[in-house]
């Protein structure tokens, strides 16, 4: 079952935050979070374990609430090069992984 | 350089015909997928692929076939089963997660298919 990710999209300016939500109605094991520019391949931002363990390649910051399976990805002082289609992908210990619909981000100067 | 490479970028095909979309990697990936992308619905798993000769369906399989005769190599078939086969596929590849590895997939370019 995929995750709910909202918004479904999001209007900002340069330097201001944004946040995207993510929660599943099964038990996570992990959440994935990547990020699609048009046209382009995804590319990954960042995992978060059960557990509470982190590991991701850029300075964009989430959270993991296990208890609610839910997911937050924060982008603080966006940057134009923030925009695009952010997803969400969530992986039970039984399954492969799931993403939810997208979020789509546009940053506006 | 490592990475994923998909072939062709965009395909045009007639309603009734068979379809060979090509996933090849050298990153040596052991696991390796094929998703399909429609607006607005996020990314859907057809097949997946642990290892050499073994696959497993996804979600959306039907109307799709897969081989994974080598490491390097996940072609998938669009046949002339699957009722709405114009969208966007993506293949990708990954390693388990572990202490140096973060489990993320890394995707190819993806192969934009229209059947006419």
């Known amino acids: 079952q995929q995750p709910v990710q909202s918004p479904q999209a999001v209007i900002l300016r340069e330097g201001e935050d944004a946040v995207i939500n993510c929660s599943s109605s099964k038990a996570l094991y992990s959440v994935h979070w990547y990020r699609q520019k048009h046209g382009e391949a995804p590319v990954f931002l960042m995992i978060l374990l059960k557990g509470g363990e982190q590991k991701g390649h850029e300075k964009i910051s989430a959270s993991f609430n296990e208890k609610k399976q839910q997911s937050s990805l924060y982008l603080t002082a966006s940057q134009l090069s923030y925009s695009g289609t952010y997803f969400c992908?969530?992986?039970?210990?039984?399954?492969?992984?799931?993403f939810g619909s997208g979020t789509q981000l546009t940053v506006l100067p | 350089d490592g990475g994923i490479t998909q072939s062709p970028k965009y395909l045009f095909r007639k309603e009734g015909q068979n379809v060979t979309l090509s996933c090849e990697q050298n990153?040596?990936?052991?696991?390796m997928y094929w998703y399909r992308q429609d607006p607005g619905q996020g990314l859907r798993l057809i097949y997946y692929s642990q290892i050499v000769n073994d696959f497993q369906k996804g979600d959306i399989a039907e109307g799709y076939s897969v081989s994974r005769e080598k490491k390097e190599s996940f072609p998938l078939t669009v046949t002339s089963a699957q009722t709405n086969p114009t969208a966007f596929y993506l293949c990708a590849s990954s390693v388990p997660l572990g202490r140096t590895n973060t489990g993320e997939l890394f995707f190819g370019e993806g192969s934009r298919l229209t059947v006419l």
């Open positions: 990153l040596n990936h052991d696991a």
């Open positions: 992908g969530t992986r039970t210990l039984a399954r492969q992984l799931t």
